[in-house]
T-cell receptor, first 109, second 115 residues
Framework: GQNIDQPTEMTATEGAIVQINCTYQ??????LFWYQQHAGEAPTFLSY??LDGLEEKGRFSSFLSRSKGYSYLLLKELQMKDSASYLC??????????WGAGTKLIIKP | GAVVSQHPSRVICKSGTSVKIECRSL??????MFWYRQFPKQSLMLMAT?????????EQGVEKDKFLINHASLTLSTLTVTSAHPEDSSFYIC???????????FGPGTRLTVT
């Protein structure tokens, strides 16, 4: 079956760095997404990786290893507004998104 | 660019009534639109994929006669929850496909509460 695993909840301190991991098992693979979702709102796009390596975009970076079925989202210089759920989603061979349950990130001052 | 709107953002209805949710792509044409449902503290669950001018493809376990989807134009898809029950209370989110196969742009979501 297809499966996405990510931690349920993480806590970090304002100004620090946090890494949210995601492992995936899908039928075929056409890329991996990270989305941010604040409570009561729809997800907003953060990143898309289809090739191995690190993609940096401001304070957020996303890494992918296709051979390991592994990705992480790295958030630097954490701000209180970064408190949200972070959803990992893999695109399978049919271009269907397989969603993880999300990681709730709590930022403490 | 790539803005998707949903209407209404919140709706409260009585059990047994029907509710229609609209999803519009405001500045692009979307051949494909997706409807998701999200229960509290859970991830998004794909309900159906709708293609303009054809019947929607429903995911396993989603009743097509209860969740009616109409994708009549390249900028509008509607989801009608018929004979709503309290267990249908959820956050409904649509997304519109972009030009690339992997692109999806999400609407702001509709919070449905059935009393």
């Amino acid at each position: 079956g297809q499966n996405i695993d990510q931690p349920t909840e993480m806590t970090a301190t304002e100004g620090a760095i946090v890494q949210i991991n995601c492992t995936y098992q899908t039928s075929g693979f056409n890329g991996l997404f990270w989305y941010q979702q604040h409570a009561g709102e729809a997800p907003t796009f953060l990143s898309y990786n289809v090739l191995d390596g690190l993609e940096e975009k401001g304070r957020f970076s996303s890494f992918l290893s296709r051979s390991k079925g592994y990705s992480y989202l790295l958030l630097k210089e954490l701000q209180m507004k970064d408190s949200a759920s972070y959803l990992c989603a893999a695109l399978d061979s049919n271009y269907q998104l397989i969603w993880g349950a999300g990681t709730k990130l709590i930022i403490k001052p | 660019g790539a803005v998707v709107s949903q209407h209404p953002s919140r709706v409260i209805c009585k059990s047994g009534t029907s509710v229609k949710i609209e999803c519009r792509s405001l500045d692009f044409q979307a051949t494909t639109m997706f409807w998701y449902r999200q229960f509290p503290k859970q991830s998004l669950m794909l309900m159906a994929t709708s293609n303009e001018g054809s019947k929607a493809t429903y995911e396993q376990g989603v009743e097509k006669d209860k969740f009616l989807i109409n994708h009549a134009s390249l900028t509008l898809s509607t989801l009608t929850v018929t004979s709503a029950h309290p267990e249908d209370s959820s956050f409904y989110i649509c997304s519109a496909g972009g030009q690339a196969d992997y692109e999806q742009y999400f609407g702001p979501g509709t919070r449905l509460t059935v009393t």
